[in-house]
C-alpha cells in the first residue's frame, strides 16, 4: 500500500509560480510511473503531467506544455509540479497518483493523494 500526501498549493496570482510535492509513505517508488491531475469546479478531472518509472521520459497536457516541469526524485521518495506562469484556468485542486511501472501515458493509476488546492487570482 503506498500513501501519497501532496503539498505546496496556495493562492498565487497570474504569472506566478509554485511547485507542489507529493510524497509517498509506506513504499518505495522507484518502480512507479506518477502522474499529476487536476480536478476544477464543476469540471471532470484531468491529465496534467506524468513521468515514466524507468525511462524518465515525461508527458504533458497542451494546456501546461513549457509551463510545467514533473520531476521526481526517488531517494526521498517524492514528486514534484514545477508550475510557472500561472493563469486563473489553473486554479483548481491538484493530485499526484502512482501506477506500479507506469509510463508517462499510463492510465488507471492505482494510488492516488487527497489533493492540494492551487488558486490562481487574476
Known amino acids: 500500500q503506498v500513501q501519497l500526501v501532496e503539498s505546496g498549493g496556495g493562492l498565487v496570482q497570474a504569472g506566478g509560480s509554485l511547485r507542489l510535492s507529493c510524497t509517498a509513505s509506506?513504499?518505495?517508488?522507484?518502480?512507479?510511473?506518477m502522474g499529476w491531475f487536476r480536478q476544477a469546479p464543476g469540471k471532470e478531472r484531468e491529465f496534467v503531467a506524468a513521468?515514466?518509472?524507468?525511462?524518465?521520459?515525461?508527458n504533458y497536457a497542451d494546456s501546461v506544455k513549457a509551463r510545467f516541469t514533473i520531476s521526481r526524485d526517488n531517494a526521498k521518495k517524492t514528486g514534484y509540479l514545477q508550475m510557472n506562469s500561472l493563469k486563473p484556468e489553473d486554479t483548481a485542486v491538484y493530485f499526484c497518483?502512482?501506477?506500479?511501472?507506469?509510463?508517462?501515458?499510463?492510465?488507471?493509476?492505482?494510488?492516488w493523494g487527497q489533493g492540494t488546492q492551487v488558486t490562481v487570482s487574476s
Open positions: 497518483a502512482v501506477k506500479p511501472y507506469g509510463t508517462a501515458w499510463s492510465t488507471n493509476y492505482d494510488y
Open positions: 509506506g513504499h518505495t517508488i522507484s518502480s512507479y510511473g
Open positions: 513521468v515514466s518509472w524507468s525511462s524518465g521520459r515525461t
